[in-house]
């Protein structure tokens, strides 16, 4: 099988690499582009948003130069967690939101693959326990990718830390996302099924010399739209 | 499945109208690497697809002419799948999508030797006994023969009798093939064993130029397709037929109005 391999290997080398004038064989020319196309239309329906910034010359330079690296996964959709580490890595783009962007991307991706429990709407109780679902996801980016003008001007946006909550959407089978604070994302994360919120909360007003009841007002409508949301439960 | 059973590929395109309608293929193919992960708005559809209608899978990433070694971890994977969902059928491709651990979602010719051959069957085998379930292998449409030692029916005959696998003859390839490559469509399908046969599939081509036509699922079959599955039907072949499409796909009722122009033919 030595010379049946090194024919494929020479096979795949000639339709991953950039057509090239001085050996020009339109049958190795189908399967370049064959190869190409496959790749460029799951990179668009993985990263509409990134593609849409960049020119289609970036991205053709970046799938021939991914192609060259090789992408392992036999599952299509999780080839564009291969190709966001390689851009990230490779990185050749004037985008300091780069990182963030594609990986916002692609654990929307993600998360429109995963297979979600169906909860039962539960009534909200301070005096309950509630835990977070591990369901959702918490990422930190250091550009706002969440913000629904990011696009317009993403340059235009200055970089800071955002936290933002990435849940699933019954009603409508969605992913949703949502800023929330640093101190909401402690308050989540701290979250027992043994203590009641009541009980959390007052913890934490003590903790940071705040007013339960102004703590209380804040927290309240903010833990109850999590609870109908099935975030925490 | 029964004589002249008709199927229809599964698409996400019009999944979820399917139900909207009293048009029922009698069985419907899947690729099983675009369900063994789902969209979550495909899920409930899909289950109940799955739990109604008689399903086969179809895959396209066990590239089973790979000298390298097969991913047991995704064969694992899939299995789970095929039991989980009761698919009892599951066929693939005479030929390899990746090598080296690259992999390029596309069906690229195999080399045509002895040696190929022999060790197509090995591969058969382990798959075969990782999934618990004997399968098929679909004769390929090619662009480009990197190497043959043999013609490709004495090719497709010898893995096919050799490996105990079925073939899941392509007839919408054995056209493009011979537009392609010059030879009578006809001629070929006399050298295939039909006894071997699996199920069958159909599907539309793209004409690029006078000298190329492509394999894109991507069109209404062809009338010379059709004709080409008369002359199978009229050697005595009662095998299932699948019409395929995986471009451009137009809404259910416009790709059942096709189906049933396939079971007009094929009945």
């Known amino acids: 099988m030595k010379k049946e391999q090194t024919i494929q290997q020479k096979f795949i080398r000639s339709i991953t690499t950039p057509k090239n004038a001085s050996e020009e064989n339109p049958q190795i020319d189908v399967y370049r582009e064959l190869v190409y196309y496959r790749f460029l239309e799951v990179f668009e329906k993985a990263y509409p948003r990134f593609v849409k910034m960049i020119s289609s010359e970036q991205l053709s330079s970046l799938i021939y130069d991914f192609l060259a690296v090789g992408a392992a996964t036999p599952i299509l959709w999780q080839v564009s967690g291969e190709f966001q580490e390689f851009v990230v890595k490779n990185n050749t783009l004037k985008m300091p939101f780069l990182a963030d962007l594609l990986a916002f991307e692609f654990l929307e991706v993600q998360m429109y693959m995963r297979k979600y429990s169906t909860q039962e709407s539960q009534d909200f109780s301070l005096d309950t326990g509630y835990t977070l679902s591990d369901e959702i996801e918490i990422r930190h980016f250091s550009h706002p990718i969440h913000h629904p003008e990011f696009d317009k001007n993403p340059f235009s946006f200055e970089a800071g830390d955002f936290r933002v909550l990435f849940f699933y959407n019954e009603k409508n089978e969605e992913i949703l996302c949502e800023e929330i604070s640093p101190f909401v994302e402690d308050f989540l994360l701290a979250l027992d099924v043994d203590t009641p919120l009541l009980t959390r909360i007052e913890q934490v007003a003590s903790e940071y010399e705040i007013q339960m009841q102004e703590l209380l007002e804040i927290l309240s409508p903010i833990l109850e739209s999590f609870c109908e949301r099935g975030i925490i439960f | ?267």
């Not at chain 2, 059973?5 to 999944?15: A, D, I, Y």
């Open chain 2, 1 to 267: 499945m029964q004589k002249y059973s008709c199927g229809l590929g599964l698409r996400t395109e019009f999944l979820h109208e399917i139900y909207a309608t009293e048009l029922k293929p009698s069985w419907f193919e899947i690729t099983p690497e675009n369900w063994m992960h789902m969209n979550i708005k495909h899920r409930k559809t899909f289950e109940r697809l799955v739990s109604d209608f008689e399903i086969v899978a179809h895959g396209l990433s066990l590239s089973i002419g790979s000298n390298t070694p097969l991913d047991t971890n995704f064969l694992k994977n899939l299995k789970t799948f095929l039991d989980d969902y009761e698919i009892e059928y599951y066929s693939e491709h005479l030929s390899f999508c990746s090598l080296d651990n690259k992999q390029m979602y596309e069906l690229l010719p195999l080399p045509m030797s002895e040696k190929m051959v022999t060790y197509l069957c090995e591969r058969v085998d382990a798959v075969q006994n990782i999934l618990g379930r004997s399968i098929a292998l679909e004769n390929a449409s090619y662009y480009y023969v990197p190497y043959a030692e043999m013609e490709e029916t004495e090719f497709i005959n010898e893995v096919i009798e050799r490996s105990g696998a079925k073939l899941l003859l392509d007839v919408n390839n054995v056209f493009v093939n011979s537009h392609n490559h010059k030879f009578d469509p006809k001629e070929f399908l006399n050298k295939i064993n039909y006894d071997n046969i699996a199920y069958m599939h159909i599907a539309g081509h793209m004409e690029v130029s006078d000298e190329l036509f492509v394999d894109t699922h991507g069109e209404d079959v062809k009338d010379e397709v059709w004709d080409l599955l008369e002359y199978v039907k009229n050697a005595g072949v009662t095998k299932p037929l699948l019409l395929e499409r995986d471009n451009d796909v137009p809404n259910y009722e416009k790709m059942m109005h096709e189906y049933k122009h396939m079971q007009k033919i094929y009945s």
